[in-house]
């Protein structure tokens, strides 16, 4: 299938698949005419490349996951000795990643909640 038809089917734009493919998540063939060309397992790998990004990992993080990206991913990943080195290492780093986010996040609320504290009660139903 062409470029615009994996876009179609997967909701993804022709530039973010270009980009997969430059950050080497996906692959291609060429026609003689240079168009790019994918099989079909690709909607399934766009598919899990978009999920994997959606719930937190970066493009990085998602290079971990190739040997899981052409096929349905688990709901649950298992922690496996032998996954050391693959998921298993990017899934700390970034829960703390996001644990910190939310922790300046929630201060921030705090403090301008502290300003405002009306914003407190309209939000949060608590009285200021």
């Known amino acids: 299938m062409l470029i615009g038809e994996l876009a179609a089917r997967t909701g993804v734009t022709t530039r973010a698949l270009r980009f997969y493919e430059e950050q080497g998540l996906l692959t291609c063939a060429r026609t003689t005419s240079g168009y790019r060309t994918y099989d ?3 909607v399934q790998r766009v598919r899990n490349i978009r999920e994997l990004l959606e719930i937190g ?3 990085d993080d998602v290079r971990s996951f190739l040997p899981y990206l052409d096929r349905e991913i688990p709901g649950v990943f298992p922690f496996e000795p032998r996954c050391t080195n693959g998921y298993a290492a990017v ?3 970034r829960v703390a990643d996001l644990n910190n986010r939310i922790a300046r996040l929630t201060e921030l609320r705090d403090r301008l909640v502290s300003r405002m504290p009306w914003l407190d009660e309209q939000y949060n139903g608590r009285s200021a």
């Open 91 to 93: 899934g700390p780093p």
């Open 57 to 59: 990992f970066t493009i």
């Open 40 to 42: 079909a397992d690709a």
